[in-house]
């Protein structure tokens, strides 16, 4: 017979004691607009395969005979493969189209810099063994014609069981120069990340931007156009004009406001679930509100209730509701699985009972 556990969540206020505010550096919680990574793309052929090519696919064989003229060699009829060179071709095994990717880091490149690519087989069985013999990567502008880079350079395959998507070491060598402005009509944007992102935070971030600079800002006055020198823009955008003392250098204000140190800089309430992975991960203020939940032999009972003897009991210093991470931890101490756990939880939040997002992935 099995036995049924049953765990009481009591909330009580055990003391004044509170809790120091979070703190962390700007740089932490945020990117500054216009520092963003940029992808170049563009085909290119994998040569010196061991027969795992694509033997008579048409597209390959129309890039290889046009590779052969641009390198002196006849394959071409005013502009079209010349039919006779085609059938040849067809005959190869050790050729295949690929896609080529490259990215750009956030602070741009310049011509000469190196860049790894990523190579991946558009015709072919396999490109592993085989060498990158040339591809010319376009921006992502589709009506930018420039080439910003060429790739060449030998193929790793890092997964065996995908052997026709491979990388090329520092392969991709830049032709043009890359920039990313981040100063735009005499602003700066920082833009918080996805899981800071929030009107409470934005606006506390403005006003310690404003508290940080008040002497620099002094003498910048609202406009009609632009509006206040610090403002949030919305729960994820807050805009800075650059300080008149610092515009011959807004590398260096920019420098010193991304250290500026952040309180209460915490993210909203969640709790992400991944059931494939059997993970849960929660932030320490998601609490529980009065619910009773029957789950196979486990029982779980949240409320203000006096505690019954064979409840275990949970105290809480800092909230007036249970907090969720305190109920995980006890229902891990029961060897409560995880699938239960999840489930446990999902029930609460179906019932309105989660003070915090349920995130499933």
């Given at each position: 017979?099995?036995?049924?556990?049953?765990?009481?969540?009591?909330?009580?206020?055990?003391?004044?004691?509170?809790?120091?505010?979070?703190?962390?550096?700007?740089?932490?919680?945020?990117?500054?607009?216009?520092?963003?990574?940029?992808?170049?793309?563009?085909?290119?052929?994998?040569?010196?395969?061991?027969?795992?090519?694509?033997?008579?696919?048409?597209?390959?064989?129309?890039?290889?005979?046009?590779?052969?003229?641009?390198?002196?060699?006849?394959?071409?009829?005013?502009?079209?493969?010349?039919?006779?060179?085609?059938?040849?071709?067809?005959?190869?095994?050790?050729?295949?189209?690929?896609?080529?990717?490259?990215?750009?880091?956030?602070?741009?490149?310049?011509?000469?810099?190196?860049?790894?690519?990523?190579?991946?087989?558009?015709?072919?069985?396999?490109?592993?063994?085989?060498?990158?013999?040339?591809?010319?990567?376009?921006?992502?502008?589709?009506?930018?014609?420039?080439?910003?880079?060429?790739?060449?350079?030998?193929?790793?395959?890092?997964?065996?069981?995908?052997?026709?998507?491979?990388?090329?070491?520092?392969?991709?060598?830049?032709?043009?120069?890359?920039?990313?402005?981040?100063?735009?009509?005499?602003?700066?944007?920082?833009?918080?990340?996805?899981?800071?992102?929030?009107?409470?935070?934005?606006?506390?971030?403005?006003?310690?931007?404003?508290?940080?600079?008040?002497?620099?800002?002094?003498?910048?006055?609202?406009?009609?156009?632009?509006?206040?020198p610090v403002r949030a823009l919305d729960a994820a955008n807050i805009q800075v004009r650059i300080p008149e003392n610092y515009r011959s250098d807004p590398v260096l204000f920019l420098a010193d406001m991304l250290d500026t140190k952040i309180y209460d800089s915490d993210p909203e309430a969640r709790v992400t679930i991944n059931p494939r992975a059997g993970s849960?991960?929660?932030?320490?203020?998601?609490?529980?509100?009065?619910?009773?939940?029957?789950?196979?032999?486990?029982?779980?009972?949240?409320?203000?209730?006096?505690?019954?003897?064979?409840?275990?009991?949970?105290?809480?210093?800092?909230?007036?509701?249970?907090?969720?991470?305190?109920?995980?931890?006890?229902?891990?101490?029961?060897k409560v699985p995880t699938n239960d756990v999840i489930e446990i939880i999902r029930g609460i939040d179906r019932n309105g009972k989660l003070h915090g997002r349920l995130i499933i992935e």
């Open positions: 017979m099995s036995h049924i556990f049953r765990l009481a969540l009591l909330a009580t206020l055990v003391g004044s004691a509170t809790s120091a505010p979070a703190e962390t550096l700007l740089r932490n919680i945020c990117r500054v607009k216009g520092q963003e990574e940029n992808t170049l793309r563009g085909l290119g052929l994998v040569v010196g395969l061991n027969g795992t090519g694509e033997a008579g696919d048409g597209p390959t064989m129309r890039a290889l005979a046009r590779a052969m003229e641009i390198m002196g060699s006849p394959g071409m009829v005013a502009g079209r493969p010349d039919p006779a060179a085609l059938d040849e071709l067809k005959k190869l095994k050790n050729a295949a189209l690929v896609m080529v990717t490259a990215t750009v880091p956030p602070t741009g490149a310049r011509r000469g810099d190196k860049l790894d690519c990523y190579v991946a087989a558009i015709a072919g069985k396999g490109i592993g063994g085989g060498r990158l013999a040339f591809a010319a990567l376009q921006g992502p502008n589709t009506q930018d014609t420039r080439v910003f880079g060429l790739c060449q350079g030998h193929v790793q395959v890092d997964d065996g069981t995908q052997s026709n998507v491979g990388r090329v070491h520092n392969g991709c060598q830049m032709e043009q120069d890359v920039w990313t402005p981040f100063v735009k009509e005499g602003f700066i944007t920082l833009v918080l990340d996805k899981n800071h992102a929030d009107f409470q935070i934005a606006s506390s971030v403005a006003e310690k931007i404003r508290e940080q600079y008040r002497d620099n800002l002094d003498g910048e006055q609202a406009d009609a156009e632009f509006g206040d849960i991960v929660i932030s320490g203020d998601v609490t529980i509100g009065d619910v009773i939940v029957s789950h196979k032999n486990v029982v779980v009972e949240a409320d203000d209730a006096p505690p019954i003897a064979e409840f275990a009991r949970i105290d809480t210093t800092e909230v007036d509701f249970p907090r969720l991470d305190r109920l995980v931890q006890q229902l891990s101490a029961l």
